[in-house]
């Protein structure tokens, strides 16, 4: 199997899926609630900032290994969150804290992912050098309801990202369960499935647009009168966010059209089909 070859679709979701589990997990430990609100191709970095490394290698099913880049100064933030207690610097208690976070999202992720890539481990360490042989860099957003945010970058070796690509445990199952079955027959069987789905097309998805958010204490929320004006996290030139289930899946410009609100979208993540698939299975 070649890099050429590497499924697109599988590693994405495999991402997306990571992401949410770190979000739940870095709620959990801080007792905030923290969202994806973005999840891209990463950037090339324009300053040379220090950052912390974070291996994670994956083992069973499926083989290799992805790495975690975050930051120090967010590092830091994100571990006095979760500490509860403010840091002077990414020390030894802050890295445990940090390191405990992405194995509690793991320990969730992995039976997450049982049905659809079999049986595998996830193994956390602190890292001190670039991931080498990247087969891809996705960078996600997170934000919670105070007002933080911080970047995160995944980068996927080649050898997870073809172990992913692999035909599934179920796959070979039914493989080893119907070897008599043509490859005629299969693709019969794959054209009706590529048929039923396209009767569900034209579903309707409830999409959120978000200008953006602020965090009330109820008694602001109490006091709000006709004339209250409410200031949100989101700067003017930012913009505007399309939600489909919580997730990022286009950014734009608001409009008006005819008197009503639109949007004129400027990127669309290409992370856009986990949360079309996530919302689908809803």
């Known amino acids: ?33 923290w969202l994806v609100t973005g999840i891209d191709d ?4 324009t300053t040379e900032t220090e950052s912390v490394l974070v291996d994670i290698a994956v083992a069973g099913s499926r ?9 120090k100064v967010q590092a ?24 405990d976070t992405f194995r509690a999202a793991g320990d969730a992720f992995v039976p997450a992912q ?27 957003s997170f934000a919670d309801d105070e007002g933080s945010r911080i970047a995160m970058q995944m980068h996927t070796s080649i050898a997870l990202a073809q172990s992913i690509s692999q035909t599934s445990d179920e796959d ?6 119907h070897p008599s079955v043509p490859t005629e027959a299969r693709s019969e069987s794959e054209g009706q499935e590529q048929v039923n789905l396209d009767l569900v097309m034209d579903v309707e998805l409830n999409v959120t647009l978000r200008f953006g958010k602020r965090q009330l204490t109820l008694r ?15 700067q003017v030139e930012e ?44």
């Not at 070649?2 to 007792?31: P, Q």
């Open 1 to 33: 199997m070649t890099v050429d070859s590497i499924d697109e679709r599988r590693n994405l979701a495999f991402c997306g899926d990571f992401f949410d589990a770190v979000a739940e997990a870095m709620s959990k430990a801080s007792g905030s609630t």
């Open 42 to 45: 990463a950037k090339p970095k």
């Open 63 to 71: 083989q290799g290994s992805f790495q975690l880049e975050i930051s």
């Open 76 to 99: 830091s933030v994100l571990a006095s969150r979760i500490l509860g207690e403010p840091i002077g610097e990414f020390a030894d208690k802050a890295q445990e804290a940090l390191l």
């Open 114 to 140: 049982a049905k659809e890539l079999g049986a595998f481990t996830l193994k956390v360490a602190r890292a001190s050098t670039p991931l080498v042989e990247v087969a891809r860099t996705m960078e996600a």
């Open 172 to 177: 070979l199952k039914e493989t080893i369960e």
């Open 220 to 234: 602001e929320v109490l006091e709000l009168t006709s004339g209250s004006v409410v200031e949100l996290d989101r």
């Open 239 to 282: 913009p505007v966010e399309l939600l489909l289930d919580g997730k990022v899946i286009a950014r734009g410009e608001a409009v008006v059209i005819d008197g009503n609100y639109g949007l004129r979208v400027t990127e669309v993540p290409q992370a856009i089909y986990p949360a079309v698939q996530r919302a689908h299975r809803q």
